[in-house]
C-alpha cells in the first residue's frame, strides 16, 4: 500500500480519510483497520482465513503465534497479554511526555514544554513503571527467564526487551540526567535486558541496517 491507497479518502487506514463519512465507506478490505502499524498474512494452510489488523498488542500476538512465541497455557497468556499491554501503556505514556501540548502536533513545535515534560517523566513515572517491571521479574526463578514464567521466550519478551532498549537510548542522556544509568535501580531489569540482547538472532538484527535508527525523541 502507498498514496491514496494508503492514505488517500478511501485508503486501508481509516484514520487518514477526513471525515466520519469517509471512515465508514466500505472497499474491499479484509477487515477495517484504523491507523499503522498493521499486518496482512494469509496463511499457508488450506482453508485458513486472510488476517489483517492493526495495533501493535495485537499484530505482537498474532506474529508470536504464527512463529511459536505463544505462552504454552492460558495462565501464562494472561500474564503474557498482562505485561504486553502495560508495556503498551508505558510506551504511550512516555511518548506523551514529549507531546503535553497536543499529542498530534511535532515534538519539534513543542519542544520546549516537550523537554521539560519528559525530563519530569524520566525522574517520576518511568521508574515508577520500571518498578512495576521489577516486581514481575522477581516473581520469576530468575531475571533471565521467560517474563511471563513459562518454558519459553514469548512476544512479552520482545515487547518488554524492546520497551526497555527504547528507555535506554532515550533516557541515558545528560540531559535526563543518565536516569537509566544513575536513576533505575533495577538489577533484575537489567540483567534481564542484556539477557535478551544476547539472543543470537535477535543481537544480529539489532546491528544490521534493517534496524532503524532511533528519530532521537518521543521514545522512537
Not at 499503522?36 to 488476517?51: F, L, M
Not at 501464562?76 to 505485561?83: G, L
Not at 533484575?188 to 532521537?216: N, Q, V
Request: aromatic share 14%; glycine share 6%.
Amino acid at each position: 500500500y502507498s498514496g491514496d491507497n494508503f492514505k488517500g479518502p478511501s485508503g486501508i487506514m481509516r484514520v487518514f480519510r477526513g471525515t466520519p463519512e469517509n471512515i465508514l465507506a466500505e472497499n474491499d478490505d479484509i477487515f477495517p483497520i484504523f491507523f499503522p502499524p498493521a499486518i496482512q498474512h494469509t496463511p499457508k494452510k488450506e482453508g485458513a482465513e486472510p488476517v489483517l489488523i492493526h495495533q501493535v498488542p495485537a499484530c505482537m500476538i498474532y506474529i508470536g503465534e504464527q512463529l511459536g512465541y505463544e505462552p504454552s497455557s492460558s495462565a501464562e497468556r494472561a500474564r503474557a497479554n498482562c505485561i504486553l499491554m502495560n508495556v503498551n501503556d508505558y510506551l504511550a505514556e512516555g511518548r506523551r511526555s514529549f507531546h503535553p501540548i497536543k499529542d498530534t502536533m511535532s515534538y519539534h513545535d513543542q519542544k520546549e514544554a516537550g523537554d521539560k515534560s519528559s525530563k519530569e517523566f524520566s525522574q517520576t513515572r518511568m521508574l515508577m513503571w520500571l518498578a512495576y517491571f521489577e516486581a514481575i521479574l522477581l516473581k520469576n526463578t530468575n531475571s533471565t527467564s521467560p517474563v511471563a514464567g513459562g518454558p519459553n521466550v514469548t512476544y512479552a519478551d520482545f515487547a518488554l526487551f524492546q520497551v526497555l532498549y527504547t528507555t535506554a537510548y532515550q533516557f541515558d542522556t545528560e540531559f535526563y540526567e543518565h536516569a537509566w544509568t544513575k536513576k533505575a535501580n533495577f538489577p533484575a531489569i537489567k540483567e534481564y535486558y542484556a539477557w535478551m540482547g544476547e539472543r543470537p538472532k535477535l543481537k544480529a538484527y539489532m546491528e544490521s541496517d534493517r534496524c532503524p535508527p532511533f528519530a532521537g525523541d518521543s521514545m522512537m
